[in-house]
């Protein structure tokens, strides 16, 4: 990847599937918003290989908070238990 493919990469990663999920994510009601997130998240790893480990995390972060964790200042590093 150049330069440019990365930046535009990091760009559209962060705006347009963290920007869109970090506050709402998707919610469990039958409505498949868990697939179209899912389907999303796999659709950027496959255009930017070189974020997926990024992508993953960012993944994980949206499920915890979906699960209500992180409302809490300090609260982002409990246990999902």
Known sequence: M????????FNDVWINFWGKYKDAPPK??????WESFHT?????KERYPLLEEVINRMTT???ERAGGR???PGDYHRSPT
Do not use: P
Not at 2 to 9: A, I, Y
Not at 40 to 44: G, L
């Open 2 to 9: 150049t330069d440019k493919e990365v930046q535009n990469g």
């Open 28 to 33: 469990d009601d039958g409505s498949g918003a």
């Open 40 to 44: 999303e998240s796999t659709s950027m």
């Open 61 to 63: 972060e949206i499920i």
């Open 70 to 72: 992180g409302r809490i």
